[in-house]
């Protein structure tokens, strides 16, 4: 049996944080689906489009790592898809407390036995949010080394 696993976000940018679990998490399941969040009331700094494109190029070099979007509740999503295993970065603290309940509430709603699985930051990356990433980049601060170079490029387009 194929062991399948997601990890979902928003990825508005997808940062070098992101993109260290994707690569960690990949080699832990026979195939990693990144799974970009659909949520038609939030505007993002880049399109659900552009997002998937981007995190196609990203992870380009992975083969076992899929991407895909969806919306609505992930626990549909993660059912639909049959995925063994739901994958989360933690970065600190004040992340564990809101996953750890995310994870509970999932852990009811998964219809299967659906494992979170969290993965801890490389330290270096700990520091890194798209939020902040978006806040430097359009107060023409640099992002590089925090963001793929590819996704930098990106950026850089964006706030012109």
Known sequence: MERKAVYAGSFDPVTNGHLNIIERAAKMYDELTV???????????????????????????????????????????????????????????????????????????????????????????SFISSSLIKEVASLGGSVDGLVPEYVASRIAEKVK
Do not use: C, W
């Open 35 to 125: 799974a970009i969040v659909v949520n038609p009331r939030k505007s993002g700094f880049f399109t659900v489009e552009e997002r998937a494109e981007i995190m196609r190029e990203v992870t380009s070099h992975i083969p076992n790592v899929k991407v895909d979007k969806f919306s609505g509740l992930l626990a549909d999503y993660v059912n639909e898809k049959g995925f063994v295993a739901y994958v989360r970065g933690l970065r600190a603290t004040t992340d564990f407390e809101n996953e750890l309940q995310m994870a509970q509430m999932n852990a009811r709603l998964f219809t299967r036995d659906t494992e979170t699985v969290f993965l801890m930051t490389d330290p270096q990356y």
